[in-house]
Structures are given as C-alpha cells and as structure tokens.
C-alpha cells in the first residue's frame, strides 16, 4: 500500500481534492438553490433531486467543459508553438524526444504501438482526442443541465420553455462559457509567462532555479 501511494499520490490527492470540492459544491449549491426556490415561491428539492436538477448539472459541467477545453488546446498547441524561456514550451529550435516515431521495439512499449497501423495512428493522438471528446461530453451536459434550469423558471413564470435552437442562440448560456473559458486561458498564459522569471524548485513545472530567463523547456 505504501508503494502504491508514492507511486500513485499527485494523482490521489488530486482524486481527494476533487471529492472533496465535489461535495462541497454538492452541499453549498443544494442549500443556495432551495434558498433562492424558496424566495420565488417554489417548492424545495430533496437531496436526490437536486443532483438531477438543471442547476446542479449546469454548475457542474460548464466547469468541466473549460477545463478539458483549456487542457485540449495547451496539449494540442504545444505541439508546433513555442514561448521563449517557459518551462512549458519545447525548444525553440530542433527536435525533442517526444517527437520521435514511436518503437514497437522499444521494451515495454504499448500494446498500440506494437500493433502498428489505424490503431498506432489513433494511439499518437489518443491524449488530444480524449480530451477534446472529454470537452464535448461537458458541453452536452452543460447545455442540457442550463436549459433544464432556464425552463423550470420559464415555467414558473409562466413563459413557454425554450428549445435547443432557440437556447444555444440564449445570451445566458454562451456567458456561463466564456466567463469559464476566459479564466482558462489566463491561467495558461500565466504559467507560460511566469515560468520564465519565475522558480519552484522541485518541481517539473519549474525551470532548474539556476537556469537563465531566456532557456527554454523544464
């Protein structure tokens, strides 16, 4: 167990702090949402409803969707892109060891790559299409758990429910997306640029702390 946990705990305690966050939005937007349910005169939702209510669903996915769009474009774009002096760029110039061609020699490489052909072509890309498939998926869900949401109060208000042609053109949804895209891609701009000047060291997100502003890559 204690071999598992070293080999494996960046990605448990990310795991934890998931399920942790989870929860807490889970309990905080249940009593949010009844309250707000409350001041409108509408009857309030049970625990098991409100994991499958619009609001719930909406809150949940638009963030996700930014997320994997976020991790998408970085992985996507840092393929031919470079930042001169950031740690999370490649070199400026030559070629790097992810760019070789993969070995179905190499020991212990892939099932994919020893198997060649369609399935080693998708396999080169499999982290990109996962995670644009991923980006997706929480857009769907995003739109479907925001429409749902819009259409209880259309209900209650007496208003007919929107459709999914009329929603998708709805100011409503496109601002809970792009207020989430937008702090994505600061972020990403924030660790690109301050990477260059800036140290932590121990981390594989840092340049050694000796290294010069102007090198580029970990």
Do not use: C
């Not at 949010?32 to 939702?45: A, D, F, Q, Y």
């Not at 020991?107 to 072509?121: E, N, S, T, Y």
């Not at 925001?146 to 209650?156: A, G, P, W, Y």
């Amino acid at each position: 167990m204690k071999r598992f946990i070293h080999n494996n705990g960046l990605a448990i305690v990310f795991i934890l702090l998931f399920l942790l966050s989870l929860g807490g939005q889970f309990v905080t937007g249940y009593h949010e949402h009844n309250k707000e349910r409350e001041e409108e005169g509408m009857t309030l939702l049970s625990p098991g409803a409100y994991v499958q209510s619009g609001h719930f669903i909406q809150a949940t996915f638009e963030n996700w969707e930014s997320e994997f769009l976020q991790m998408a474009l970085f992985v996507v774009l840092t393929i031919s892109l470079r930042q001169k002096g950031s740690s999370e760029s490649k070199k400026l110039e030559g070629k790097e060891e992810v760019d070789r061609e993969p070995s179905a020699k190499r020991p212990g490489a892939p099932w994919p790559v020893r198997r060649g052909g369609w399935i080693l072509f998708l396999y080169k890309h499999s982290l990109s299409i996962i995670l644009v498939l991923l980006f997706l998926a929480s857009f769907a869900l995003h739109f479907h758990g925001s429409m749902m949401d819009e259409n209880e109060l259309r209900t209650h208000k007496g208003l007919p429910p929107e459709n999914i042609t009329g929603y998708l053109a709805d100011s409503r949804f496109w601002f809970e997306s792009f207020q989430n895209w937008q702090s994505e891609f600061l972020s990403v701009a924030a660790i690109v640029v301050l990477s260059i000047y800036f140290r932590q060291k121990g981390s594989p997100q840092s340049k050694p702390v000796d290294a010069p502003h102007a090198e580029t890559g970990e």
